[in-house]
T-cell receptor
C-alpha cells in the first residue's frame, strides 16, 4: 500500500529559526515528490523533485530528495511569521493519472 | 486565465440530499482530480480523470460519482449526502504528465452535512 509519512505533525519555532520538515514515502512507480504550502485555503505549489532534479532552492526554502532512502526534506531558514502554514508533501506515480498521494502535513507556527 | 474554479464556496446539506460540486479549468489540462481534506488527514484522492470520457476511482470514492464530458469540466456528485462527507473539497488539474505531477488547485468547497 502506498504511504507518505510526514514528521513532525506540528512544530512551533521563533522567528529567525531554521526548520527541517521530513517526508518519507513508499510508492510504487514513483514519478515525483512535491511540496505544497497551505494557508487556510488551497495548497500552493513550492517544489517538485524528480529523478532528474533532486535538489531545489527558492529564497529561504530548499528541498532535497533521496531516492535511495525514499525521503525528502524541506528546509526553511530565517523563518518569518508569514511562513506559518501547513506544509504538505505529496508523491506522484504514473499509474493514477498523475494524481497525488498526500501526507498528513506538518503544521508550522512561527512566533514573533 | 481564471485557472481552476470551483462552485459553490460553501454548502450545507441535510442527510440524504444530493448535490453536484462544480469544477472547471481554462488551461486545457488533460488531467483533473478531486480531493477531500479533513482535519489532520492531509488530502485524499476521491476520483480522477486522464481526459474527456475517462475517469477512475481514487482512495475514497464511495458515495461520489464523477463524469468528464469535456476537457474543461469535472463535476463531483454526492448521491445521498452523509455527515461523514462533511469536508473541504478541492479540485485540481495538471498539464504536463511527462514532466511530473505538478497540480493546480481550485479554492475549495466547504461542505457541511447535518
Amino acid at each position: 500500500e502506498d504511504k507518505v509519512v510526514q514528521s513532525p505533525l506540528s512544530l512551533v519555532v521563533h522567528e529567525g529559526d531554521t526548520v527541517t520538515l521530513n517526508c518519507s514515502y513508499e510508492v510504487t512507480n514513483f514519478r515525483s515528490l512535491l511540496w505544497y504550502k497551505q494557508e487556510k485555503k488551497a495548497p500552493t505549489f513550492l517544489f517538485m523533485l524528480t529523478s532528474s532534479g533532486i535538489e531545489k532552492k527558492s529564497g529561504r526554502l530548499s528541498s532535497i530528495l533521496d531516492k535511495k532512502e525514499l525521503f525528502s526534506i524541506l528546509n526553511i531558514t530565517a523563518t518569518q511569521t508569514g511562513d506559518s502554514a501547513i506544509y504538505l508533501c505529496a508523491v506522484g506515480h504514473v499509474n493514477s493519472g498523475y494524481a497525488l498521494n498526500f501526507g498528513k502535513g506538518t503544521s508550522l507556527l512561527v512566533t514573533p | 486565465n481564471a485557472g481552476v474554479t470551483q462552485t459553490p464556496k460553501f454548502q450545507v446539506l441535510k442527510t440524504g440530499q444530493s448535490m453536484t460540486l462544480q469544477c472547471a479549468q481554462d488551461m486545457n489540462h488533460e488531467y483533473m482530480s478531486w480531493y477531500r481534506q479533513d482535519p489532520g488527514m492531509g488530502l485524499r484522492l476521491i476520483h480522477y480523470s486522464v481526459g474527456a470520457g475517462i475517469t477512475d476511482q481514487g482512495e475514497v470514492p464511495n458515495g461520489y460519482n464523477v463524469s468528464r464530458s469535456t476537457t474543461e469540466d469535472f463535476p463531483l456528485r454526492l448521491l445521498s449526502a452523509a455527515p461523514s462527507q462533511t469536508s473541504v473539497y478541492f479540485c485540481a488539474s495538471s498539464y504536463n504528465p511527462a514532466g511530473g505531477n505538478e497540480q493546480y488547485f481550485g479554492p475549495g468547497t466547504r461542505l457541511t452535512v447535518t
